[in-house]
């Protein structure tokens, strides 16, 4: 009798140790962040006032005026653009979401060099 005592007992533990285990693991994955920060889009508009192309990372530094505007990175093929497919155009009218950061690279002496890393352009709409 006091044999199966002690094997119920190492069971018991055992299960108790690979839940502990399963639990530590879902607590790392869903609450503790991987390397990067996951944020939100956030909205942006208003009219292109430069373009500037990064020929090294094949995308475009866009400058917008305000109401809410800054400098922001359209990716082509990354970047979703609806209605008049207007973009980069200087002088056309954005209306759209950022979120993550998109670097701007040129060609150097030997290689490439990067001019500044700006939020990207996740989707837009543009004006005629």
């Known amino acids: 009798m006091h044999f199966f005592h002690k ?5 018991t533990a055992w299960a108790a140790s690979i839940l502990l285990v399963f639990a530590l693991m879902a607590l790392i ?3 503790v962040p991987m390397g ?3 944020r939100a889009s956030s909205p942006f508009g ?5 373009v500037f192309y990064c ?5 475009f530094r866009l400058t ?3 109401p809410v505007g800054g400098t922001f990175m359209y990716v082509p093929g990354a970047t979703i653009v609806y209605e008049y497919h207007r973009i980069p155009v200087a002088g056309v009218w954005l209306l759209g979401l950022y979120g ?3 670097q701007c690279r040129v060609p150097a002496l030997k290689g490439c060099m990067t001019l500044g890393s700006h939020p990207m352009i996740e989707m ?5």
């Open 29 to 31: 994955v869903f609450v």
């Open 100 to 102: 993550s950061y998109a």
């Open 64 to 66: 917008v005026s305000p």
């Open 36 to 38: 990067r920060t996951v």
């Open 124 to 128: 837009t709409g543009t004006s005629m």
């Open 7 to 11: 094997k119920y007992l190492i069971r």
């Open 55 to 59: 020929s090294c990372s094949n995308n």
């Open 46 to 50: 208003g009219m292109v006032t430069s």
